[in-house]
């Protein structure tokens, strides 16, 4: 069964359409690399799964709940990391990891257990009861990733999750997120750093202008466009016309 199923989901604003008729459905345990440029669609994709926007057509189901029709069901089982994480300034990263755990209704005795987990797996222990004012962005993002599996969700949904951070935070980031799989929790990605998504991901997805190009195992998407032995990044700027900016530049 699909932990998620995202069938013929189009989104419009006014006359434009950020999301066309788009397809996806990811199994337990899967790492899914969602790419494209600017203004692809990725954003609006993650906002429609996460319940922040709704769809204008298809559906968009996560472990047998519709995301419009149960959004309380599915949000139980849904972790969310957006790419401009926000604390509250006035609450210790501690504090604001018990408000996460209580709002989802976890015990408190759970909640401690998970938090002192949680400061050890993101080395958060030395600065978490301190105030958010004084967070650095990495900082605010190692307690945001915290927090969207306090509730030890079934899916994760991350925006740009290496933004803000330094190399030695990118790598522990990557090292969480194979942890994450190896658990069978399902991780669905939207990231510009390519080379994360070539390393990481068991399914990569290629949206430009809010269609779909390409999904699947990357020997696969490498095979079909007849680039094998090719980069990641390569085959991103053949799909998404890349090439043709590329040239241009020649030309200058």
Same mark, same amino acid.
């Given at each position: 069964?699909?932990?998620?199923?995202?069938?013929?989901?189009?989104?419009?604003?006014?006359?434009?359409?950020a999301?066309?008729?788009?397809?996806?459905?990811?199994?337990?345990?899967?790492?899914?690399?969602f790419?494209?440029p600017?203004?692809?669609?990725?954003?609006?994709?993650?906002?429609?799964?996460?319940?922040?926007?709704?769809?204008?057509?298809?559906?968009?189901?996560i472990?047998?709940?519709?995301?419009?029709?149960?959004?309380?069901?599915?949000?139980?089982?849904?972790?969310?990391?957006?790419?401009?994480?926000?604390?509250?300034d006035?609450?210790?990263g501690?504090?604001?990891? +018990?408000?996460?755990?209580?709002?989802? #209704?976890?015990?408190? !005795?759970?909640? $401690?257990?998970? /938090?002192?987990? %949680?400061?050890? @797996?993101?080395?958060?222990?030395?600065?978490?009861?301190?105030?958010?004012?004084?967070?650095?962005?990495?900082?605010?993002?190692?307690?945001?990733?915290?927090?969207?599996?306090?509730?030890?969700?079934?899916?994760?949904?991350?925006?740009?999750?290496?933004?803000?951070?330094?190399?030695?935070?990118?790598?522990?980031?990557?090292?969480?997120?194979?942890?994450?799989?190896?658990?069978?929790?399902?991780?669905?990605?939207?990231?510009?750093?390519?080379?994360?998504? +070539?390393?990481?991901?068991?399914?990569? #997805?290629?949206?430009? !202008?809010?269609? $779909?190009?390409? /999904?699947?195992? %990357?020997?696969? @998407?490498?095979?079909?466009?007849?680039?094998?032995?090719?980069?990641?990044?390569e085959?991103?700027?053949?799909?998404?016309?890349?090439?043709?900016?590329i040239?241009?530049?020649?030309?200058?």
């Amino acid at each position: 069964m699909a932990i998620i199923q995202i069938d013929n989901i189009t989104k419009k604003f006014g006359s434009m359409v950020a999301v066309d008729s788009l397809n996806i459905s990811l199994d337990k345990g899967e790492l899914f690399g969602f790419i494209g440029p600017n203004g692809a669609g990725k954003t609006t994709t993650i906002k429609m799964i996460v319940g922040l926007l709704r769809p204008d057509i298809g559906t968009i189901t996560i472990e047998d709940n519709n995301v419009v029709e149960k959004p309380s069901d599915a949000k139980r089982v849904i972790g969310y990391i957006p790419d401009n994480p926000y604390i509250y300034d006035r609450l210790t990263g501690r504090e604001f990891l +018990e408000l996460v755990g209580s709002l989802y #209704g976890m015990k408190r !005795k759970l909640i $401690l257990e998970r /938090i002192d987990w %949680l400061f050890d @797996l993101f080395s958060i222990e030395n600065w978490g009861d301190d105030f958010a004012a004084e967070y650095s962005h990495g900082m605010r993002q190692k307690v945001i990733m915290a927090s969207a599996i306090m509730h030890d969700p079934k899916l994760v949904v991350i925006d740009e999750p290496m933004v803000g951070l330094d190399p030695q935070s990118q790598r522990l980031v990557k090292g969480i997120l194979k942890k994450l799989t190896e658990r069978g929790i399902t991780v669905f990605m939207s990231t510009h750093t390519l080379s994360v998504a +070539e390393e990481l991901c068991t399914k990569i #997805g290629i949206i430009h !202008k809010g269609k $779909l190009l390409k /999904i699947g195992a %990357l020997d696969k @998407l490498r095979s079909d466009a007849q680039m094998e032995n090719k980069s990641l990044e390569e085959l991103f700027v053949k799909l998404t016309g890349g090439e043709k900016e590329i040239n241009l530049w020649h030309h200058l």
